[in-house]
T-cell receptor
Framework: GEDVEQSLFLSVREGDSSVINCTYT??????LYWYKQEPGAGLQLLTY?????DMKQDQRLTVLLNKKDKHLSLRIADTQTGDSAIYFC?????????????FGIGTKLQVIP | EPEVTQTPSHQVTQMGQEVILRCVPI?????FYWYRQILGQKVEFLVS????????KSEIFDDQFSVERPDGSNFTLKIRSTKLEDSAMYFC????????????FGQGTRLTVV
């Protein structure tokens, strides 16, 4: 079945870049997403990329997709303390008549002042 | 971007009670979903819904759960006789086209069963 893998934890210093990585198993993904979740809060969609794209940039966020290796990354430039949160990678694919979304376990980003 | 809205943001209920979680999907979307996240765990698929019927459900979605689209705008998840282990964040999502449509998630309802 579909699986999305992420490392559990990343620690960076304020002002540095953060790179959160994700691998997925299903080659027929249509979209890949990055969500941010702050403690006790819901899912905030940060950005997404359509599966036929290699890169997407949105202000401080850069998403890179290597479809051959089934690898997705999220780079946050100039990381701030407000970026501390859990970041979920997710993929969606067309399955059985609908878009099925599979989430990774989430990477906890800790930003050290 | 359009939004999926969920109410309430937090619900506390006694064990054994029934709860209804409400969602307003994006207006022209046709596919609706519920997901669940137990504290500290992955976001898990519960059920998908299209054309007024369930398309697929996970093994979590047992007879205790039901979904309904009571009118043209709302999509609800009912949990009968809640258990302590039903405490979780419940996310609603919707998508347009089934093949290429991006799924939009709501902010979630935190359900606490006491």
């Amino acid at each position: 079945g579909e699986d999305v893998e992420q490392s559990l934890f990343l620690s960076v210093r304020e002002g540095d870049s953060s790179v959160i990585n994700c691998t997925y198993t299903d080659s027929s993904s249509t979209y890949l997403y990055w969500y941010k979740q702050e403690p006790g809060a819901g899912l905030q969609l940060l950005t997404y990329i359509f599966s036929n794209m290699d890169m997407k940039q949105d202000q401080r966020l850069t998403v890179l997709l290597n479809k051959k290796d089934k690898h997705l990354s999220l780079r946050i430039a100039d990381t701030q303390t407000g970026d501390s949160a859990i970041y979920f990678c997710a993929e969606s694919m067309y399955s059985g008549g609908y878009q099925k979304v599979t989430f990774g376990i989430g990477t906890k980003l800790q930003v050290i002042p | 971007e359009p939004e999926v809205t969920q109410t309430p943001s937090h619900q506390v209920t006694q064990m054994g009670q029934e709860v209804i979680l409400r969602c307003v999907p994006i207006s022209n979307h046709l596919y609706f979903y519920w997901y669940r996240q137990i504290l500290g765990q992955k976001v898990e698929f519960l059920v998908s819904f299209y054309n007024n019927e369930i398309s697929e459900k996970s093994e979590i979605f047992d007879d205790q759960f039901s979904v309904e689209r009571p009118d043209g705008s709302n999509f609800t998840l009912k949990i009968r006789s809640t258990k302590l282990e039903d405490s979780a964040m419940y996310f609603c999502a919707s998508s347009g086209s089934s093949v290429t449509g991006k799924a939009f998630f709501g902010q979630g309802t935190r359900l606490t069963v006491v």
